[in-house]
């Protein structure tokens, strides 16, 4: 059974720090590409982060300069370190296992809460 679990979220104040995790079980992670997602409350899931197999990052404009995502093959776990928050941060975020190939099978974690307190 794969799951992913996705930790590390909570109330932080603007300018504060946090860094997600997210755990893989039943699925390596050194193949597809790992994101990470949020979506704030009335507001449609968003793309935040993204880190393939060879370490090539993307990020979305509103989060460049002030978030890293980073993967940990061995430990199968994906991180995201979150730094300079805002209020509009403030979201569920995701872990998103997004495969390379199309026999390969997509998995979301349930999300963790981040709120950020101006």
């Known amino acids: 059974q794969v799951q992913l679990v996705e930790s590390g979220g909570g109330l932080v104040q603007a300018g504060g720090s946090l860094r997600l995790s997210c755990a893989g079980s039943g699925v390596g992670f050194g193949i597809d590409v790992l994101e990470w997602y949020r979506q704030a409350p009335g507001k449609q899931r968003e793309f935040v982060a993204s880190?393939?197999?060879?370490?090539?990052?993307n990020y979305a404009d509103s989060v460049k300069g002030r978030f890293t995502i980073s993967g940990d093959n061995g430990k199968n776990t994906l991180y995201l370190q979150m730094t300079s928050l805002r209020p509009e941060d403030t979201a569920v975020y995701y872990c998103h296992l997004k495969p390379v190939a199309p026999w390969r099978n997509e998995y979301w974690g349930q999300g963790t809460q981040v709120t950020v307190s101006s």
């Open positions: 880190i393939t197999n060879i370490g090539r990052t």
